[in-house]
């Protein structure tokens, strides 16, 4: 089965920062590879697929790169409304595992 | 709008059997692939399975294979996930969710809100 691992597992930022997230696989999945957002008690939401390419609604804020065994997400000006729990999750093969969850925490 | 409506909370007592249900609505049911994803309290997502509603193929997580399944009637477009003996540590929120595909990548596009399942004696 792929591990999926991310980076940090939590982070602290103010409104208006430049938030990066990793994400890596235990091997190549090409870019198959998705992030969600989840806010506390509401269900997971899907921000971008294919690695890079944002989901329908979603803010262009939000940006995903890479290929292979490593991906980023970047929120390029972290917004109120941005501070959740991120899951990037891979889908190249099954079982199609998630990662662990980065929060990101106002400063 | 593609819809997802999942069956209220339980609560169980360990040993018990449950089925919850999610309820499609606003596309073609028998197209997309269902998938149950697992939450225990604070922790993170797991994957737990997946069914193909067209020919009720079904995939299971090693993690999960042999204690849940999932299942679809597919005259009222809706999905199961059923248990028939729970343990304690089934509690956790479950979330049924829609795989769709674009350029031969899949992904989780629409969520259902979640049902919570509580198990104790």
């Known amino acids: 089965d792929i591990q999926m691992t991310q980076s940090p597992s939590s982070l602290s930022a103010s409104v208006g920062d430049r938030v990066a997230i990793t994400c890596r696989a235990s091997?190549?999945?090409?870019?198959?590879l998705n992030w969600y957002q989840q806010k506390l008690g509401k269900a997971p939401r899907l921000l971008i697929y294919a690695a890079a390419s944002l989901q329908t609604g979603v803010p262009s804020r939000f940006s995903g790169s890479g290929s292979g065994t490593d991906f980023t997400l970047i929120i390029s000006s972290l917004q109120p409304e941005d501070f959740a729990t991120y899951y990037c999750?891979?889908?190249?093969?099954?079982?199609?595992?998630f990662g662990q969850g980065t929060r990101v925490e106002i400063k | 709008e593609v819809q997802l409506l999942q069956s209220g909370a339980e609560v169980k007592k360990p040993g018990e059997s449950l089925r919850i249900s999610c309820k499609t609505s606003?596309?073609?049911?028998?197209?997309?692939?269902i998938n149950w994803v697992r939450q225990m309290p604070g922790k993170g997502l797991e994957w737990m399975g997946r069914i193909d509603p067209r020919a009720s193929s079904t995939n299971y997580s090693p993690s999960f294979r042999g204690h849940v399944t999932v299942s679809v009637d597919k005259s009222i477009t809706t999905a199961y996930l059923q248990w028939t003996s729970l343990k304690a540590s089934d509690t956790a929120m479950y979330f049924c969710?829609?795989?769709?595909?674009?350029?031969?990548?899949?992904?989780?596009?629409?969520w259902g809100l979640g049902t919570l399942v509580i198990v104790s004696s």
């Open positions: 091997q190549s999945i090409n870019s198959h």
């Open positions: 999750q891979q889908s190249y093969s099954v079982p199609p595992a």
């Open positions: 606003g596309y073609t049911f028998t197209n997309y692939w």
């Open positions: 969710v829609r795989l769709r595909s674009v350029a031969g990548v899949p992904f989780f596009d629409s």
